[in-house]
């Protein structure tokens, strides 16, 4: 299978739902993408701006400067202390990554790609992209001979799923047992909710705790769209084994993947600037403390959750059922049915939509 030979993008078979959800009174309440809709931080905006002479190219390794910030931030906000700068590497954006991994590392027909059995649709394409066969299954144990990559994604979307640093580590060693790299997909993990992760940092596949040390066949991948609201930015990085991180790095310079350098200088200053993160994971915490209480008493339960920017709610019906009874109260939902086979009856609510829009969801759910 080649890029040309995939599904039509799923998203458009919700189309229809959002036509009835914007033919409520008071307006639709999008919680289907979660794509921020707060304004970029003035600090990150300003270096972004003062960037903007960039005539020449960039280089695909990064600038210096976002380099040793990638290190420091590792350091600081993740417990991985022991990174250099030649493990570090930006992207442009993290969906890319996810999207070209299999191929930046050669994979092919008869290659196992594992994913999470609730995930989003992107893990799946890479796979298929370049013609390996992508399973979805959490179990290291049932992890087969053959596989080359496989994707952890912790806290996870759609579900919030956290793996503690235990069984993290249970997954690197079955990886290396297999000869496979694993990556991390970790982007939202700056937004624990419930305990433990309300007070204690999600751990990350690089935790020395969970590696034993050493990086090696170890990826993690970061993205700064949740944090620091910069989805519009396509601003990410990975970091972990040297020697994938080179293998990866002169794979993209032949592709030409460079992040603008204002983009760059956006990031340095984004990593270094703790306090915009709490504002926003406050407003986050904020918007999930209405909008769940209200889903709950509408008669769904939330599975999960206990992280990330999601609900992952079911009332024991048909995802289009519920995405149906949701339209009719203005509210779009996204259908289980996208983050893989197992989920026909779940529904994904986004928390990134404004206050009063939650607020507006909350009211309706709750006046049936």
Excluded at 302 to 329: K, M, N, P, Q, V
């Amino acid at each position: 299978m080649g890029v040309f030979d995939l599904a039509d993008y799923p998203w458009d078979a919700v189309a229809p739902y959002a036509a009835r959800a914007r033919a409520h009174a008071d307006g639709i309440v999008d919680l289907s993408i979660g794509s921020p809709v707060d304004p970029t931080p003035d600090v990150v905006a300003a270096a972004l701006k003062s960037a903007t002479d960039a005539h020449a190219y960039p280089q695909t390794v990064g600038a210096p400067a976002l380099r040793e910030a990638i290190v420091e931030w590792f350091s600081r906000r993740r417990g991985v202390s022991s990174l250099t700068v030649d493990q570090v590497l930006p992207t442009v954006g993290s969906k890319e990554l996810v999207a070209l991994l299999p191929l930046l590392l050669g994979l092919g027909p008869g290659d196992v790609v594992v994913h999470p059995r609730a995930a989003y649709p992107t893990y799946e394409v890479g796979a298929r992209l370049v013609g390996a066969t992508p399973l979805a299954e959490d179990d290291p144990a049932a992890w087969p001979a053959g596989t080359r990559l496989v994707w952890i994604n912790s806290p996870g979307n759609p579900d919030g799923r956290v793996w503690d640093a235990t069984a993290l580590a249970v997954a690197v060693a079955r990886a290396r047992e297999l000869g496979a790299v694993i990556a991390g997909d970790e982007c939202y993990a700056e937004l624990g909710w419930d305990a433990p992760w309300d007070c204690q940092p999600i751990p990350s596949v690089l935790d020395p705790l969970v590696t034993g040390g050493s990086a090696e066949g170890v990826l993690a991948i970061y993205s700064l769209s949740k944090q620091s609201n910069l989805a519009g930015y396509r601003a990410a990085f990975l970091a972990g084994d040297g020697e994938l991180v080179s293998r990866l790095l002169t794979s993209r310079k032949h592709l030409g993947l460079m992040l603008p350098l204002p983009v760059q200088a956006a990031m340095t200053v984004a990593l270094g600037d703790d306090a915009h993160v709490a504002a926003q994971k406050e407003l986050y915490r904020t918007r999930r403390a209405v909008l769940k209480p209200a889903v709950e008493a509408a008669g769904f339960r939330i599975d999960g959750s206990e992280a990330g920017l999601y609900l992952w709610a079911t009332e024991g019906r048909d995802a289009w059922e519920s995405l149906g009874r949701l339209a009719d109260l203005g509210i779009l939902a996204g259908p289980g049915h996208f983050y893989g086979a197992h989920f026909g009856e779940h529904i994904r609510l986004s928390l990134t939509a404004t206050d009063e829009r939650i607020a507006a969801a909350a009211a309706r759910l709750t006046s049936r």
